[in-house]
């Protein structure tokens, strides 16, 4: 079982830029970042694999965020730039253990408990 713990949420203004960190307790092959609006269902944001050698956007992120990780550091990050009031959502970690790049939900199999980004306008 692998935890995941999420950080670097909060309050920014349209054109603002956040950070998000996930730290898993264990090893963890692909990892991904989801978000979830209110009234909507968990969409996909962002993945990428072990070695970090590919990534994948969703297309309404595309250019704006950047997905990393530290192996070393077990951690996994979300750069986010120029945002924008529609990025207001709770943004998820998840992480699989398989080896692919996977844009749905069903592709990971344990998930941080989220954390909140709201973007005024």
């Known amino acids: 079982q692998v935890q995941l713990v999420e950080s670097g949420g909060g309050l920014v203004q349209a054109g603002g830029s956040l950070r998000l960190s996930c730290a898993a307790s264990?090893?963890?092959?692909?990892m991904g970042w989801f978000r979830q609006a209110p009234g909507k269902e968990r969409e996909f944001v962002a993945t990428?694999?072990?070695?970090?050698?590919?990534?994948y956007y969703a297309d309404s992120v595309k250019g704006r965020f950047t997905i990393s990780r530290d192996n070393g550091k077990k951690s996994v990050y979300l750069q986010m730039n120029s945002l924008k009031p529609e990025d207001t959502a709770v943004y998820y970690c998840?992480?699989?253990?398989?080896?692919?790049?996977?844009?749905?939900?069903?592709?990971?199999?344990?998930w941080g408990q989220g954390t909140q980004v709201t973007v005024s306008s």
């Open positions: 990428i694999t072990w070695s970090g050698d590919r990534t």
């Open positions: 264990g090893r963890t092959n692909t």
């Open positions: 998840a992480a699989s253990n398989s080896i692919g790049v996977f844009t749905t939900t069903v592709g990971y199999a344990f």
